[in-house]
């Protein structure tokens, strides 16, 4: 399978896990007026549109032999303007933007050349193009609609959306930083689940290969059947240091700092060679 097919598969599991969601929506959630603190499912499905969209006006350009739109560098005010432009839309039309935003993206995709969806980052480009699709149309929709899922108690649901994205998303690229995006998120569902020992081989993965994930780690919500768990724990600190990690903000950033710098100076002495000392 071409990768031009794996993304264009993955497309489609996407507008699947959009239109489950939907269908599981009563007429009065469907009706709901949000804020822009406070979203209402309409409100969240043209977000995650607008950013496909996005995304698909890039990839035409490419396709046309331009140069990529930038993405724009300020996000939240970006997020404030997209609620704005459709916060007083009827349900069926945030719906009509959001499907006509995914076969967008899809069209744009179909017209890339194969040779621009590689595994390498283009010059200037921070990653791969095709992570830029996988990333708005899939695992940023996924996050907004299983972030509406877990507050209702629908945490076997939203485990289940995110070990079909993981599944799907690990043969992508052997990349660390890859892997280790991945192998989180089956940590987090696989917490949801309440398979709380596979959800600790995922994490202790994920972190081995994106160790930078750690600071958000101990704060995801998606992780809390984890936190009592001394092999959580062990993740980020030895057991004596638990007691300042807990016992407030200021000891925590403290402890955090330091446990960080002790890392940095032992991973100097493992790096520097026998005969050197």
């Known amino acids: ?22 269908a599981g929506l009563s007429d009065a959630e469907k009706a709901e007026s949000g804020t822009y603190e406070e979203w209402a499912a309409k409100d969240m499905l043209a977000h995650s549109a607008h950013w496909i969209q996005h995304q698909a006006v890039r990839f035409e350009a490419m396709a046309r032999g331009e140069d990529a739109p930038a993405t724009h560098p300020h996000f939240e005010a970006a997020n404030a303007q997209c609620f704005e432009d459709h916060c007083n839309d009827s349900w069926d039309q945030v719906l009509h933007f959001a499907r006509a935003a995914h076969d967008r993206l899809a069209r744009a995709v179909q017209a890339m050349p194969e040779d621009m969806l590689l595994d390498e980052a283009p010059p200037g ?24 899922l877990t507050p ?52 202790q993965l994920a972190l081995q290969k994106r160790p930078g994930l750690k600071a958000w780690s101990r704060r995801d919500s998606d992780l809390a059947a984890l936190h009592d768990r001394p092999e959580y724990k062990a993740l980020f600190a030895a057991q004596h240091w638990w007691p300042v990690l807990e016992s407030g903000p200021e000891a925590e950033a403290l402890a955090d700092q330091f446990i960080r710098l002790l890392t940095m100076v032992r991973g100097a002495i493992e790096g520097l060679p026998a005969d050197e000392w």
């Not at 399978?1 to 939907?22: D, H």
């Not at 569902?189 to 709380?196: D, F, I, K, P």
């Open 1 to 22: 399978m071409t990768r031009k097919e794996e993304l264009l598969a993955i497309l489609e599991l996407s507008a699947q896990a959009r239109e489950q969601y939907i």
């Open 125 to 148: 480009q921070a990653r791969p193009f095709w992570e830029d699709v996988v990333g708005a149309a899939y695992t940023h929709s996924l996050i907004h609609i299983t972030d509406r």
């Open 152 to 203: 209702m108690g629908e945490h076997e649901r939203a485990g289940n959306l995110w070990q079909t994205w993981g599944g799907v998303m690990a043969p992508l690229s052997d990349r660390p930083e890859w892997q280790g995006n991945v192998h989180y998120n089956l940590a987090c569902s696989l917490s949801m689940l309440g398979q709380v020992d596979d959800a600790l081989a995922q994490l």
